[in-house]
């Protein structure tokens, strides 16, 4: 008893959730939290593989743990290093191969399996690996979280996915696309809400794909869980992320003029905008369905602000298709995006392909077209001057007597406001507009709940 972790989180929010969640797996072994590797008696690196450079951070880490382990063998407390998530699932022998000090490798799969996985490792088994995708549901095996939970706290009902984008590690990392039980989501958004959530934002690599068990017979979609959700005492807001253009059903487009706990803002990737390109990427659409669907969105819900992913220099891609992504950005116009630089994945259809696009013309297209992404992210947060938009207060702002929150676009606002407004939706009047925050006053007479 009286063990210490410490979980080192690289990548998504799915594994900022799955790293909350081996802590709660540890929490039975008597493990309490370590704030760093230097307190803890274990030392998780929960790891990405979806960009660059992924390998090349690990093994830097584990050379600075290797040594903070020799230093701790000598004063005879062991310090037990373990490597899980997307890396570890690719690599998880040539980890072991390489760092021999490591005490055991998981893959996502396994997380409810930690505990024997360390008392395997404390009897001396040297090497241990678990990379399986077994068939029993990990989330639904592992205790539940105690403690406060953050006012917005991430909920994953969804992992895994199917639509093998030639560009993607996701599918070979994190298996096929599976989706939990819709009561079990339930039962953890109840929880999250009994235990302080206010904003709940159900994860999943291909959220919008979700396709549960339903509590009586059959499936639920996305949109019939969010009805669902959206019922629960005490939540005030639901988001979701990530999705796939073709999963975005009638349903769901619909679900976001009929709930109003679902916030007006979605990231929805589109990845290029050459109709070649993403044949290319095997994405399953073209530019003029990704429209159209825009289209649709906003007709159900006007004020619905979009988010984005975009890759340049994927393999084939030509200046010409390239200023058809610059094109689609500029007429989107999306309220943020995040951008990035093709980098083959091993293993994956793309990184073997003939056409690859040279370093310094990636960088040149990513400067580009962030310039363009920059702008029309200004462009939204300027138009938002003015307004008076409802805000989840969330935290302390960046000076003494502030608070800062989210707006419905999830746009950071600071504000001057009293700590006891805390965890409240108050309405704010936005006054200026940063590049990536905003600046407000409290509106008093017209508190939102
Ligand atoms: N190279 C660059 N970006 C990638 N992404 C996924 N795989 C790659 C890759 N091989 C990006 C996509 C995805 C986001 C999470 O990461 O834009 O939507
Ligand atoms: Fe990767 Fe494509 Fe699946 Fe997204 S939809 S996780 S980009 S394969």
């Known amino acids: 008893m009286g063990r210490r972790l410490h979980v080192l989180t690289w990548g998504c929010q799915m594994n900022v959730y799955d790293s909350a969640r081996m802590s709660d797996a540890l929490a039975p072994a008597g493990f309490g939290p370590a704030a760093t590797p230097e307190e803890a008696d274990l030392v998780i690196l929960n790891t990405c593989h979806i960009r660059e ?41 040539e980890i072991l191969a390489r760092a021999p000090y490591v005490d055991f490798v998981l893959g996502p799969q396994t997380y409810h399996r930690l505990p024997a996985l360390l008392a395997r490792a404390e009897a001396g088994e040297a090497g241990v690996i678990d990379l399986e995708f077994p068939a029993e549901a990990k989330f639904d095996r592992l205790p539940a979280s105690r403690g406060p939970a953050g006012l917005t706290a ?27 039980p819709a009561a079990a989501v339930l039962a953890e958004a109840r929880a999250l809400l009994a235990r302080g959530a206010r904003e709940i934002t159900l994860l999943g690599q291909n959220v919008n794909a979700y396709h549960g068990e339903a509590p009586g017979a059959g499936t639920w979609d996305l949109a019939r869980l969010l009805a669902a959700l959206a ?11 990530t999705s796939h253009p073709r999963d975005m059903t009638d349903g769901l487009i619909e679900a976001h003029r009929d709930i109003p706990a679902l916030m007006p803002f979605l990231h929805l990737p589109v990845q290029s905008g050459s109709d070649r390109v993403l044949a290319a990427m095997n994405r399953g659409h073209d530019g003029g369905f990704y429209r159209a669907l825009v289209g649709k969105l906003r007709a159900a819900r006007p004020d619905l602000a979009l988010s984005t992913d975009f890759i340049v220099g994927h393999p084939g891609e030509s200046e010409a298709d390239f200023e058809a992504s610059l094109a689609l950005a500029r007429e989107i116009g999306f309220a943020l995006a995040f951008s990035f630089k093709y980098s083959p994945r091993p293993g994956t259809p793309a990184a073997g392909r003939a056409e690859q696009v040279g370093e310094a013309e990636k960088e040149r297209r990513l400067a580009a077209l962030q310039a363009e992404l920059r702008a029309s992210q200004a462009a939204f947060n300027a138009g938002c001057v003015g307004r008076t938009l409802p805000v989840l207060l969330t935290g302390p702002g960046r000076h003494p007597g502030q608070l800062a929150g989210r707006s419905p676009y999830l746009q950071p606002v600071h504000l001057a406001a009293p700590a006891e407004l805390l965890g409240r939706v108050v309405a704010v009047r936005i006054t200026a507009a940063l590049p990536n925050s905003l600046s407000a006053t409290l509106e008093p007479e017209r508190l939102c709940a």
């Open 231 to 241: 019922e629960l005492e005490g939540l005030e807001r639901l988001r979701y992320t």
């Open 53 to 93: 450079k992924a390998a090349e951070k690990l093994f830097s880490e584990l050379g600075r743990l290797h040594r903070l382990k020799l230093a701790r063998a000598a004063g005879g407390a062991p310090l037990r290093i373990a490597v899980a998530g997307c890396v570890a699932q690719a690599e998880g022998a």
């Open 154 to 180: 991430f909920l994953t009902i969804q992992e895994g996915c199917d639509k093998f984008c030639a560009f993607c590690v996701v599918p070979y990392t994190r298996g096929a696309e599976s989706s939990r």
